[in-house]
């Protein structure tokens, strides 16, 4: 199995709503990555997951809240967002925690709309 | 923060006719990576050329790596309908989980 699965595929929230975005892997990775990608823009790192400890978080508001219950498993709870906040959220994963060392693998992504 | 950056922004050509595209980037690196999106999906990884490399092939892939020029370029030959995605390098530095995408390179392979 060499999937990173991401549920759900679309999420339409209000600004007052709370929910969470779902990231799983069964490959025996200990690196997993939440990115926010923008239309027509790169990916950019928010978080980063090592060995089921948040290793990296890139100065990402607290509106967003990142969360690993176990080694397969990748949460995003999301709280208070705003309309700027829409974008396709993308997980990933790598097999060792130097992942800028080797490749990463991408879920399809959450397409996340803020009315 | 934005490591790299690609040109050109979009690339058109007709199937079978090959595809050249370029990523730049400022600082040192371990190693430069591609990866391709269709669109609204996820990413997928193409290739890893490491800092003491200089060129790599994949199938109908190839990638140079000039670090003295802080520079890489993708070159798919004979290309089809089917490559028509997103093209992103990726930079990763240090022994880190920071890989930072490039601006990316839109290409349409017209059949």
């Known amino acids: 199995d060499t999937e990173v699965t991401q549920t759900p595929k679309h999420l339409v929230m209000g600004m007052t709503n709370k929910k969470s975005l779902k990231c799983e892997q069964h490959?025996?990775?200990?690196?997993m990555y939440w990115y926010k990608q923008k239309a027509k823009k790169p990916p950019e790192l928010m978080f980063v997951?090592?060995?089921?400890?948040?290793?990296i978080n890139e100065s990402v508001p607290s509106r967003f809240s990142p969360e690993c219950p176990n080694s397969s498993l990748l949460n995003l709870h999301l709280h208070a967002l705003q309309p700027e906040d829409s974008a396709l959220y993308l997980c990933a994963s790598s097999h060792g925690e130097a992942g800028a060392n080797e490749k990463l693998f991408f879920g399809s992504g959450t397409q996340l709309s803020v009315l | 923060s934005q490591q790299g950056e690609e040109d050109p922004q979009a690339l058109s050509i007709q199937e079978g006719e090959n595809a050249t595209m370029n990523c730049s980037y400022k600082t040192s690196i371990n190693n430069l990576q591609w990866y391709r999106q269709n669109s609204g999906r996820g990413l997928v990884h193409l290739i890893l050329?490491?800092?003491?490399?200089r060129e790599k092939h994949s199938g109908r892939l190839r990638v140079t790596l000039d670090t003295s020029k802080k520079s890489s370029s993708l070159l798919i030959t004979a290309s089809r309908a089917a490559d028509t995605a997103s093209y992103f390098c990726?930079?990763?530095?240090?022994?880190?989980?920071?890989?930072?995408f490039g601006t990316g390179t839109l290409l349409a392979v017209q059949p």
């Open positions: 997951y090592s060995y089921e400890k948040l290793s």
């Open positions: 990726a930079t990763g530095r240090g022994a880190t989980n920071k890989l930072i």
């Open positions: 490959m025996g990775h200990r690196a």
């Open positions: 050329i490491r800092s003491n490399e």
